[in-house]
């Protein structure tokens, strides 16, 4: 997947991580079918959830630890 912003990244790593800290930050996959970003799913508890970026609604088709969703603070991917 590639950052939807289109960035100029000199490290794979600066281009590739994601923090909850910014919401609205996505990725998106190099064919544009596919976007994940960490989903707020509770209290301080977020997921990473993947959906067809092209739907008009975001159906989500997988998440990561559904039932254990990780702790927002200073998590990312």
Do not use: Y
Request: proline share 5%.
């Amino acid at each position: 997947m590639i950052p939807s912003s289109s960035t100029n990244c000199s490290t794979l790593n600066s281009c590739l991580s994601r923090s909850v800290e910014k919401p609205n930050d996505i990725l998106i996959s190099p064919n544009g079918v596919f976007a994940a970003e960490f989903h707020l799913v509770g209290d301080n508890a977020f997921i990473l959830a993947i959906w067809f970026a092209k739907s008009s609604s975001r159906t989500v088709v997988w998440t990561t630890n559904r039932d254990q969703p990780i702790n927002g603070k200073a998590s990312k991917l």
